[in-house]
């Protein structure tokens, strides 16, 4: 089993900055997995926003974030960074931190392990 806990999440304003951390446990392996970021508004479907291979060699992003998020990773610490940069109200949802062996199963919504969610909410 993978437990995933997100971190980072809270109130800001248009135009300001926030940074997601995502740290894993309980696989050895972690550093062979895919990371991804997950986003979910009310009345919306889940949407990937960040993935990143388990190298850092590939990223991928949403079309809506790119040139604003970046997504990193540190496999000596287990962890996986979302840093969001001007940040917009339509950014406002939960973000959730997903797993998974193969990439692009991560990539393709069905990943395997998911954490619990952090709150991002962007004022005007």
């Known amino acids: 089993q993978v437990q995933l806990v997100e971190s980072g999440g809270g109130l800001v304003q248009a135009g300001g900055s926030l940074r997601l951390s995502c740290a894993a446990s309980?696989?050895?392996?972690?550093?062979?997995?895919?990371m991804g970021w997950f986003r979910q508004a009310p009345g919306k479907e889940r949407e990937l926003v960040a993935a990143i291979t388990w190298s850092g060699s590939i990223t991928d992003y949403a079309d809506s974030v790119k040139g604003r998020f970046i997504i990193f990773r540190d496999n000596a610490k287990n962890t996986v960074y979302l840093q969001m940069n001007s940040l917009k109200r339509e950014d406002t949802a939960v973000y959730y931190c997903?797993?998974?062996?193969?990439?692009?199963?991560?990539?393709?919504?069905?990943?395997?392990?998911w954490g619990q969610g952090t709150q991002v909410t962007v004022s005007s």
């Open positions: 309980g696989r050895r392996t972690f550093s062979r997995y895919g």
């Open positions: 997903a797993t998974d062996a193969t990439y692009t199963k991560l990539v393709g919504g069905g990943p395997d392990y």
